[in-house]
């Protein structure tokens, strides 16, 4: 099912005559019911791709990168996915000193939301996504447990293990978990990091993610079994 989003477009930058590349990218790959998205979309005079995924880039690589660039912005949608599956954003169509530009689209798959009931947590989740593998970590923390830190990624073993963290984001926030009585409810804090991967060739293969690539992994949670596999 197709559903409507208000849109709000912010551009930085100057459009020219140039050849342009319109694309459209997310840091949120599988949100969940209730969730917003932001959707940030650039122009380019051309596809320089390849020259953007190098692992290590040049001075003049960088500056090239930086020139192609003619303007960015960003799309943040105003109604919140109501129910899991699939949900296709773009392409849009747009208008800049009289030159007219056109996006790609985005099919985003809508996960359930986490259930109200559990105040402290820790969900983790592989998604893949525009031909990039994702890992997706999520936690809760109740007023309980303030002195508590949010669990960190052990970066150093994951990539020991084969699994090379290409980018990654991060958003904290409070939520309220009752809704039908939130005058005087205890908000819980919540944070979720997005990590792109990829296999190096120290991959063998498969590979569990259990607390053991964790820094301050809590006491008081329990994580499912995930495996990462080729």
């Known amino acids: ?60 690589d960088f500056a090239a990168i930086r020139g192609n660039k003619i303007a960015y912005g960003d799309l943040k949608i105003s109604q919140v996915f109501s129910d899991t599956g699939k949900v296709k954003i773009g392409p849009f169509r747009f208008s800049i000193l009289d030159k007219e530009y056109e996006t790609n689209s985005l099919t985003l798959r809508v996960y359930p939301k986490l259930s109200d009931q559990i105040k402290d947590g820790l969900w983790v989740r592989t998604v893949d996504f525009g031909g990039q593998s994702y890992l997706i970590i999520e936690q809760r923390i109740s007023s309980e447990w303030e002195i508590a830190k949010f669990a960190q990624l052990d970066r150093d073993r994951l990539e020991a293990a084969g699994l090379d963290i290409v980018t990654s984001t991060s958003k904290s926030e409070s939520q309220v978990l009752d809704k039908k009585n939130s005058v005087g409810a205890a908000p819980v804090k919540y944070k979720i990091s997005t990590y792109k991967f990829k296999r190096s060739p120290r991959f063998k293969g498969k590979l569990k993610i259990d607390r053991n690539y964790f820094i301050d992994f809590p006491s008081n949670v329990s994580l499912d079994e995930l495996w990462v596999k080729n």
């Open 1 to 60: 099912m197709m559903r409507s989003f208000l849109l709000s477009l912010s551009f930085l930058g100057c459009a020219t005559a140039w050849a342009q590349v319109s694309v459209l990218e997310t840091t949120n790959p599988a949100p969940r019911v209730g969730d917003e998205v932001e959707i940030l979309v650039s122009i380019k005079k051309e596809n320089l791709s390849t020259l953007e995924s190098k692992e290590k880039k040049s001075s003049d």
